[in-house]
């Protein structure tokens, strides 16, 4: 009986969302609740990013980077180291990235996260956007040598 009152609850939801939203098509529910926001532009997103150090401010190293793929655009990354295990660095971060081209031509948004630097050149970040929408961002990529990182990312983005 309880299975019937969940499925019954279920169709209701859906049908109360509307027949006009796109359904999302991935499995994983936190993708699919932000595709069915509402009053946001939703898209799943991949490319690269490329980053070089731009300086420092205090303990922080700041990055400018660069978007390519479905994000076009540029971003300025603030990343503090918080732990060292062995070879693996951890560390959070912060982006403000200003999209000028693509689909989302003229967006910005910010993003918070954790990451690390596992054996000194292997990099992995998971990031939350904090403002001008809704999503997360993954990157992986590589440290290089010190100047900067080559990354590439993918996620889901739901702008205002």
Known sequence: MSYLKRTVSLVIAFAAIGCNQDLPTSNNAE?????????????TVQGALVATIAGFDGPALIFSGTYTGDLVGNSTVRLVFTEATGAALRF???QTVELTGGDFTGNS??????GVNATLNRIHSKEKLTSGGRGNLTFNGIDTGGAGADLAYHGVLCLS
């Not at 948004?109 to 954790?114: D, V």
């Open 92 to 94: 959070t971060i912060d």
């Open 109 to 114: 948004f910010t993003t918070s996260g954790k």
């Open 31 to 43: 993708e699919s609740s932000l595709r069915l926001s509402k009053g946001h532009s939703c898209a």
